[in-house]
């Protein structure tokens, strides 16, 4: 596992701690959750497939009216 250190404004850090304080996170666990929603998004080939699906289901639907 790699270790990390950034440095985070004063502006960046207090907009984490607001939300954290809320959801009863520290500002570490925020970035990390940060950090797995960006890296879980699917990739190009992904999002190519499931817009070629949703716009062959739109025809399909417009045929069934």
Do not use: W
């Not at 502006?11 to 970035?31: C, D, I, N, S, Y």
């Not at 499931?50 to 716009?55: D, V």
């Amino acid at each position: 596992m790699a270790t990390l250190t950034h440095s985070l404004s004063d502006e960046e850090l207090r907009r984490l701690e607001a939300p954290g304080k809320r959801e009863g996170l520290t500002v570490e666990q925020m970035v990390c959750l940060g950090i797995r929603d960006f890296i879980g998004q699917p990739d190009d080939a992904f999002r190519a497939a499931a817009k070629r699906l949703m716009e062959k289901n739109a025809e399909l639907y417009r045929r069934q009216l």
